[in-house]
């Protein structure tokens, strides 16, 4: 009998070790406008607050308003590069995109596709021409071409001291005439500054 509880008692012993040393990661739904700061890097919070901040600023901007009042048709924007000047890796695809969405969805502009995109509607076009019916086959040349081109950067200023460091991001975004190339708006949020402090790590 001793022998049986000697045993079940070193069992219950690996069992607890190995559930503590578990490599299943414990995953916590939260909701989606939920604020976290794990590393103190950039993340979607600072995507949203920049995003928002730079959005009202474009679509409010008395050039902008009074450019689309003068348009015949709605003005035709093309997304040109956001880059990343910044000391970390930033997706800055996820900021053109998001401001992309929110300006065409609120009527006031259209925008052309770009890049790869663009790409591989041309190379579907001179595919149709070859292989598709003539009554079908998306005709080449007719491309609507863009009245101004959204570009922007991302940058950081970090200063150190010790265990310590202060990260302000500097985002900024332009939306340029093609033809003339006056710019039509321009702004920069500068509002995400964080302190990190990671006791024995190197910042």
């Not at 901040?53 to 409010?60: G, M, P, Q, T, W």
């Not at 998306?138 to 570009?151: M, R, V, W």
Request: contains cysteine; charged residues 25%; aromatic residues 4%.
């Amino acid at each position: 009998m001793k022998k049986f509880v000697q045993t079940a008692l070193v069992i219950a012993a690996v069992c607890i070790g190995l559930a503590a040393c578990s490599t299943v990661p414990k995953v916590t739904r939260v909701d989606a406008d939920t604020q976290t700061d794990l590393s103190g890097y950039w993340n979607d919070t600072d995507v949203r607050i920049v995003c928002d901040s730079l959005i009202k600023a474009c679509l409010e901007s008395p050039r902008v308003t009074l450019e689309i009042a003068n348009k015949r048709r709605l003005p035709v924007i093309l997304i040109g590069s956001f880059r990343n000047q910044s000391d970390e890796h930033i997706d800055t695809s996820i900021i053109s995109k998001t401001m992309e969405i929110a300006i065409f969805n609120s009527g006031k502009a259209d925008f052309v596709a770009g890049g790869d995109t663009r790409e591989e509607l041309r190379a579907e076009r001179l595919d149709q021409e070859g292989n598709a019916s003539e009554d079908t086959a998306a005709a080449l040349g007719n491309e609507t071409g863009a009245d101004f081109l959204l570009t922007g950067s991302v940058k950081t200023i970090v200063d150190r001291a010790g265990k310590t460091a202060t990260r302000t991001y500097f985002v900024s975004a332009e939306l340029s005439n093609i033809e003339t190339n006056t710019r039509l708006w321009m702004d920069q949020n500068s509002e995400i500054k964080k302190i990190i402090k990671i006791p024995g790590a190197r910042l």
